[in-house]
């Protein structure tokens, strides 16, 4: 805190961000909302990509100040536009849920196809749930099936879920209830809760079509593909 301090004072932006971010968590201080605005903004204003970031989320969910969608627009675009998948990911979804203007599928479809590019998990997954959908695009079960794919093997349950139902409904891919039985046992141990619970009913729903001997190797599948770190799945 003493030299990020030091540093901020002087204008450096990375340490503002730094000294943000600490107030904001409560680390070395107490936790103070309002103080990780001033900073943060201090280096978003200097252009700094994760402050601008950070600034987004506090006029997002109204902490520290009050909740304001379109400044969170605002800062959003101004890190997605540098290249930041979170801030590409968060811009997506208010465009995807019609907050802070009104519902915008083409420009929830962009930004989350430039953060699952780069990785985003969640990006990977909603940009699945819109191909699947035809939510902004021309439905393509292709592409919805390569998007959760990606997100599934990197651990996202509902992914891990809807490839399941895919190969169970045969969308995108001749039907096949060992693989989908194979994809909703990975995403119930994957998940917890209501997730957990809707991937298990999807399993013994598969299941009670299936045989013994292929309820066995979808499990061992199962097994394999998470042994495998999903990279021998199918």
């Not at 805190?1 to 932006?13: D, F, I, T, V």
Request: hydrophobic share 35%; aromatic share 12%; with cysteine.
């Amino acid at each position: 805190m003493k030299w990020y301090r030091k540093a901020a004072e002087q204008g450096s932006a990375w340490a503002q961000n730094n000294l943000g971010m600490m107030y904001e968590v409560g680390q070395g201080v107490p936790q103070d909302y309002q103080e990780a605005f001033k900073w943060y903004r201090k280096a978003a204003e200097q252009g700094d990509m994760p402050a601008q970031l950070n600034l987004g989320v506090l006029y997002d969910k109204g902490r520290g100040i009050p909740q304001d969608v379109q400044e969170a627009l605002k800062w959003y675009r101004m890190a997605a536009e540098q290249g930041d998948p979170s801030a590409q990911f968060n811009l997506s979804v208010l465009y995807d849920k019609g907050r802070g203007g009104p519902q915008d599928y083409q420009e929830a479809l962009k930004w989350y196809r430039k953060a699952a590019e780069q990785g985003s998990v969640r990006a990977q997954y909603n940009l699945g749930v819109m191909y699947r959908h035809g939510q902004g695009v021309q439905r393509d079960y292709q592409e919805a099936l390569k998007w959760y794919r990606r997100s599934a093997e990197q651990g996202h349950a509902w992914a891990q879920n809807n490839l399941g139902v895919m190969y169970e409904m045969g969308q995108g891919v001749p039907q096949d209830f060992v693989l989908a039985h194979m994809w909703y046992s990975i995403g119930a141990k994957a998940s917890s809760g209501d997730e957990r619970k809707t991937s298990l009913e999807n399993r013994n729903h598969v299941a009670a079509q299936m045989t013994a001997s292929q309820i066995g190797k979808a499990h061992e599948m199962a097994r394999h593909c998470q042994d495998t770190r999903f990279k021998e799945c199918e």
